[in-house]
């Protein structure tokens, strides 16, 4: 069972072509559903390309997933000083007053490695991601939030595929295009 803080890494089988090659964060799961937010997939935007008030917004920007794709949405270790936050894990929070993140981001009290923002959200209805676990659609582990903002979004699936087992690595080289392999 998947438990807020971790991430789904996508099996090398599964086929979606949304989900395909994720790693996912896992923000909320409870008996009502799951929320979490791809954390390897560039949405090539900054921060500041849909806030240009914000000249200090030189954060880019993820797609988080396809449910709410018109809002924002962000994960911080910024804890209780973001009003409005939420915590995640022990020290990680999601969400929180953004008029107040935006002054924090104005005042430079905020680094990249601290927030991470994303355009909409994964999202799975009550009992759905239990299902798809037991289907084999998802690998769970654990990630040090700072290891997440500092990993490499290109390498990233395959890097938290080799931590679950070495072998898994090699689907990683792989073409998703069988033809160019």
């Known amino acids: 069972m998947v438990k807020p803080g971790e991430i789904l890494i996508a099996n090398p089988f599964l086929l979606d072509d949304y989900f395909k090659r994720t790693v996912i ?6 008996k009502t559903g799951s929320l979490g937010f791809i ?4 949405q090539g935007l900054m921060l500041k ?4 008030h914000l000249k200090n917004g030189n954060f880019p920007l993820y797609l988080g997933g396809p449910v709410s794709s018109n ?3 962000y994960t911080h270790t910024l804890g209780f000083k973001l009003k409005d936050s939420v915590e995640i894990t022990d020290g990680v929070f999601w969400g929180g007053n953004f008029f107040e993140l935006t002054r924090m981001i104005e005042n430079e009290e905020i680094a990249n490695e601290d927030i991470r923002f994303y355009i909409g ?12 676990m037991e ?4 690998l769970i582990n654990r990630i040090d939030y700072k290891e997440l903002v500092n990993n490499r ?4 699936w395959g890097d938290e595929l080799n931590k679950i087992n070495p072998g898994y690595k090699a689907f990683s080289d ?8």
């Open 25 to 30: 964060y896992t923000v909320e799961h409870n």
């Open 71 to 73: 809002q924002l949405f």
């Open 135 to 138: 289907k084999n659609m998802w």
């Open 174 to 181: 792989f073409s998703f295009d069988p033809s160019l392999n």
């Open 153 to 156: 979004v290109e390498t990233m």
């Open 49 to 52: 390309d849909i806030f240009p």
């Open 121 to 132: 959200y994964s999202g799975w209805g009550a009992h759905q991601i239990d299902e798809e």
């Open 39 to 42: 954390i390897n997939k560039l």
